[in-house]
């Protein structure tokens, strides 16, 4: 199969290399899956540069967790029906060396999930890591319906899953964005008001949506702006100051920089 591999870290220019080797065959269990679509995260550039310096961890490394494409083989106790079935991985390269960088991936069969008719391949190849963060993050603590959930960052790739689950669940959502351009995405994917943290005064504006009561949970942005503008709120309507989330608060999300609680 044609496939894009590391064999040591380093910048993408000096040790990536795009050629062929043998597709994987499915083990008990597992599934093998045709890839139409790859989904290249943040992690995976860390991971491949040996950020952290413990190493790439395989001799050989298929980098991207997330894809999706059509089930072409099923291994032992995996039942024959899902043969031709599509589907949308995770975690093809969480742990495991060959991801989806690749015409074909091998994998437990859980982490293959069904994609549903209308949705493209390349959505499906965005959900693994990206939409499994906002889920947790948005639901975490529970049911969000009928509350006020603030997602900071709307527009952007997790942000806008966030805002989009929040809706659908049932919230009222209000999003802040870094542009004009950004406040139509947020709308777009569901929010109720979306907000522009460098022209609007976001904790006046809040409080004037949510008659002084201000929002009930919190999905953070990478700049950290919500945690003091949330203070900020929370004094003027006369409640304690709500503590910042530590890492360990995030419940399962893939890193401290994402939290959901209710303030
Ligand atoms: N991508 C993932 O799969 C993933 C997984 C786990 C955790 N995370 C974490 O989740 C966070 C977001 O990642 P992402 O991949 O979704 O990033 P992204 O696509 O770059 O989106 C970030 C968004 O936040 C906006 N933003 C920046 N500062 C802001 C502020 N002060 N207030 C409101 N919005 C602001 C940015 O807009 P402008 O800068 O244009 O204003 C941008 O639209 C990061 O901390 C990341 O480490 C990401």
Redesign the pocket.
């Known amino acids: 199969m044609r496939a894009a591999w590391y064999e040591r870290g380093g910048p993408a220019g000096e040790v990536l290399t795009v050629g062929e080797m043998d597709a994987p065959r499915p083990g008990p269990g597992e599934v093998l899956v045709r890839l139409r679509a790859s989904g290249i995260?943040?992690?995976e550039i860390k991971k491949r540069a040996d950020w952290m310096g413990f190493g790439i961890g395989y001799p050989r490394v298929i980098p991207h967790s997330d894809g999706a494409g059509t089930i072409e083989e099923v291994g032992e106790g995996v039942s024959s029906s899902r043969v031709g079935q599509r589907v949308w991985v995770w975690g093809a390269q969480s742990g495991r060396p060959f991801g989806t960088a690749a015409q074909y991936t091998a994998l437990p069969q859980a982490q293959a999930v069904p994609l549903p008719g209308g949705v493209g391949f390349e959505v499906g190849a965005t959900l693994?890591?990206?939409?499994?963060?906002?889920h947790r993050c948005v639901f975490a603590d529970g049911s969000v319906s009928g509350k006020v959930v603030l997602v900071?960052?709307?527009?952007?790739?997790?942000?806008?899953?966030a805002v989009s689950f929040a809706k659908w669940g049932g919230a009222r959502v209000i999003?802040?964005?870094?542009?004009e351009e950004?406040v139509e995405?947020a709308l777009e994917a569901g929010a109720d008001h979306a907000l522009n943290?460098?022209t609007d005064d976001?904790a006046a504006r809040v409080g004037e949506i949510t008659d002084g009561s201000g929002a009930e949970a919190s999905w953070?942005?990478?700049?950290?702006?919500?945690w003091p503008w949330t203070r900020r709120r929370s004094r003027r309507s006369g409640r304690s100051p709500p503590t910042p989330p530590t890492p360990t608060r995030s419940r399962g999300?893939?890193?401290g920089?994402?939290s959901s609680r209710t303030l």
């Open positions: 995260n943040p992690g693994g890591i990206p939409a499994r963060t906002a900071s960052g709307g527009a952007g790739t997790v942000g806008g899953f999003a802040t964005v870094g542009s950004q995405v943290y460098r976001v953070r942005s990478p700049s950290g702006e919500t999300c893939h890193s920089s994402c």
